[in-house]
């Protein structure tokens, strides 16, 4: 409803998949943590995969990982073959979940962003992407 025609509307504007997903998305905000996109394409080895929130400067990915579209054996082999070749590509893609408490989520991706800066700063040289992110 609003968030469909948002995404009609509002050049850019992405309201997420699920409703879950969505939620998840409004944690996120909810902490402060870096805006970031929502349903970021990331293109690698001629796969684009969509992550459901990154950080794209810092090639940080979040997946919003349920049963319900992660549960099935197939679908855990799948995911791991995507988190293998976005970390081949020098992403790293923090998987949360329902289970993940706010202060985990905050902590976990805070050290990541800190982690990503250190490593991109002016002494140790800018980090090279592998991938061609989304154009826009």
């Given at each position: ?76 082999l ?13 992403w ?45």
């Amino acid at each position: 409803p609003l968030h469909q025609l948002l995404s009609e509307r509002v050049s850019g504007y992405n309201a997420g998949g699920s409703a879950w997903e969505r939620q998840m998305d409004a944690l996120w905000d909810d902490l402060g943590l870096p805006r970031g996109k929502r349903q970021y394409k990331v293109h690698v080895r001629g796969r684009t995969y969509i992550l459901d929130r990154a950080i794209p400067e810092l090639q940080i990915g979040a997946e919003w990982n349920s049963f319900k579209h992660h549960g099935l054996p197939t679908h855990v082999l799948r995911d791991s073959v995507r988190t293998a070749e976005l970390t081949a590509a020098g992403w790293h893609i923090i998987p949360l979940t329902s289970s993940t408490d706010a202060e985990m989520i905050r902590d976990a991706v805070g050290r990541v962003i800190s982690d990503r800066r250190r490593w991109m700063s002016p002494s140790t040289g800018p980090m090279v992407p592998l991938c061609s992110p989304e154009t826009a």
